[in-house]
């Protein structure tokens, strides 16, 4: 497995262990698993209005739709009451026990855990593949892999929607006499375990002399020292909501990781306007917070077979406990429209459509692709 390919693994099998639904939607009500007839009814919508850009009238009853990066089931379940043979992937088995645990459609929805490059169906074996903010959260070089193998395994004449960012287009900087803030802190972990991921709430206020317009790619974002040296440059990311007028104040949330090795650090936070500067490089004060990051907690030792009860014996032995996943923040990624679409044209698929999309947020140039796969065989193994 490729380092990239892990990295990515490695995050979401986090955030699959730990917050599961924020993780698919990072909406504050869906934090904890809360709101979960909210956050599958998303999923009714969402899919309602992806089949209506395909414009089928009509399915066949065998038809088999995959949902690529299928997370807890939101996008699977939906397609499940359109289809009858629906089969979803994710790179993370945490993600995947869950959604397993919420499945209402055991009869025609399965789920796969795929962590290779490679998807695990037969060539031109199925007839719909579906990803909506997936794939902006894998590197460029994993996208571009992904789509020859949606590719591989789409039947001619079946189709490809997914939603992918283009670029981001670079922002005009703010003038540097806007560029204050006072950063107020108002709740934070004082301690956390190596890798451990938790929440900070913060107030903004623009102490500037003019507004903070929206789509100028300012966020709030974190760093980490220890004995006054950064450690970990860029951390978490968060979006500050605007507009915010001079002496205005906006809540933030931030999710954090921790460093990976146990000791005494700063958190501090600083706002960024993204391709342009930290805002302390311009002479706006930051602030930091002091957190342990104290030593996990040891992980048990598996019992011997003959310690291993006669009933766990006879059926399934317990397992190893396992370390938790390691912490990381997901990353926004895109692949230019141009190379998109001569990708498909290179390889004989016809690109239906490409609609301007806002699923990746304010900050980029997104679109929703609808392909249909040529006759063109693709064979990469």
Not at 298 to 305: K, L, S, T, Y
Request: one cysteine or more; aromatic letters at 8%.
């Amino acid at each position: 497995m490729s380092t990239e390919l892990n990295g990515v693994r490695d995050v979401w099998e986090h955030l699959g262990a730990t917050d599961p639904y924020w993780a698919v939607l990072t909406e504050n009500e869906f934090r904890g698993g809360e709101a979960r007839t909210e956050f599958f009814q998303s999923g009714r919508t969402e899919v309602a209005g992806l089949l209506e850009v395909l414009g089928h009238d009509e399915w066949p009853a065998d038809t088999v739709a995959v949902d690529f990066g299928c997370g807890v089931g939101r996008i699977t379940f939906a397609l499940a009451e359109h289809f009858d043979n629906v089969v979803g992937v994710d790179v993370a088995a945490s993600m995947l026990d869950e959604a397993r645990a919420n499945n209402p459609f055991p009869d025609r929805v399965r789920f796969v855990h795929n962590d290779a490059s490679t998807l695990p169906f037969p060539d031109d074996s199925v007839d719909l593949v579906v990803t909506v903010i997936t794939l902006q959260h894998i590197p460029p070089s994993l996208t571009i892999r992904y789509l020859l193998e949606m590719i591989r395994i789409t039947k001619p004449g079946g189709r490809l929607l997914f939603q992918l960012p283009s670029h981001m287009p670079r922002p005009e900087p703010l003038p540097t006499s806007a560029c204050r803030a006072s950063i107020a802190v108002l709740d934070a972990p004082r301690s956390l375990e190596p890798n451990e991921s938790a929440y900070v709430e913060v107030s903004v206020r623009n102490d500037g002399d003019s507004a903070w317009p929206v789509g100028r790619l300012l966020n709030l974002g974190n760093h980490w020292y220890r004995d006054g040296e950064p450690v970990l440059w860029d951390d978490g990311r968060t979006a500050v909501a605007g507009p915010v007028e001079p002496g205005q104040a906006s809540p933030t949330q931030l999710r954090i990781a921790a460093p990976a090795t146990p000791g005494e650090y700063e958190l501090e936070l600083d706002l960024v306007q993204e391709s342009v500067a930290w805002w302390a490089n311009l002479g706006s004060p930051t602030v930091r917070v002091p957190v342990t990051v104290r030593a996990a907690a040891p992980v048990a030792p598996a019992r011997p077979v003959s310690e291993v009860g006669a009933a766990d014996a006879a059926g399934e032995p317990e397992e190893a406990a396992e370390a938790p996943a390691k912490a990381g923040s997901m990353q926004m990624h895109g692949v230019h429209k141009d190379l998109v679409v001569a990708l498909f044209d290179q390889l004989g698929c016809r690109v239906l459509n490409a609609i301007p999309d806002n699923r990746a947020g304010a900050d980029w140039v997104s679109y929703l692709y609808a392909v249909e796969v040529g006759e063109y065989q693709l064979r990469l193994r």
